[in-house]
Nanobody
Framework: QVQLVESGGGLVQAGGSLSVSCAAS????????MAWFRQIPGREREFVATINWSSGATDYRDSVKGRFTISRDSAKNTVYLQMNSLKPEDTAVYYC??????????????????????WGQGTQVTVSS
C-alpha cells in the first residue's frame, strides 16, 4: 500500500504565493507520474499539474500555466507545487496523486482522475480577494 502525505497550503491574499508538497511512502512501489488535482464543493475534481517521474516532463491546466510550477525530488519520493500569483478562483482542496503506471493510458500526460492509483487526503488552499 502507498501512502501520500500532503503538507503546506493555507490562506493567502490574492497575488500571493503558497507551496504544497506530497511525500509518498510504502513497502514497494513504482512511480510513473505524480500530479496535483483540486476540487471545490459540488464540482468534479480537476487536473492542475503533472510530472513524469523519469523524464521530469510536466503539463499544466491552461489557467495555471506561468503561475504554478510542479517539481519532484525522486530521492525523497516527493512532489511539490509552487503556486504564485494566486487568484481567488484557485481556492480549493488540493490533492496529490500517484500513478504507478499499472493503469494503461495512451496519453502523453496523465491528466485524468482515473489514471492515478493513489491519492492524498487533500490540503486546503484559500485565496482571499
Amino acid at each position: 500500500q502507498v501512502q501520500l502525505v500532503e503538507s503546506g497550503g493555507g490562506l493567502v491574499q490574492a497575488g500571493g504565493s503558497l507551496s504544497v508538497s506530497c511525500a509518498a511512502s510504502g513497502r514497494t512501489f513504482s512511480v510513473h507520474a505524480m500530479a496535483w488535482f483540486r476540487q471545490i464543493p459540488g464540482r468534479e475534481r480537476e487536473f492542475v499539474a503533472t510530472i513524469n517521474w523519469s523524464s521530469g516532463a510536466t503539463d499544466y491546466r491552461d489557467s495555471v500555466k506561468g503561475r504554478f510550477t510542479i517539481s519532484r525530488d525522486s530521492a525523497k519520493n516527493t512532489v511539490y507545487l509552487q503556486m504564485n500569483s494566486l487568484k481567488p478562483e484557485d481556492t480549493a482542496v488540493y490533492y496529490c496523486a500517484l500513478s504507478s503506471g499499472s493503469i494503461y493510458s495512451s496519453a502523453r500526460y496523465r491528466t485524468q482522475v482515473y489514471e492515478y492509483d493513489y491519492w492524498g487526503q487533500g490540503t486546503q488552499v484559500t485565496v482571499s480577494s
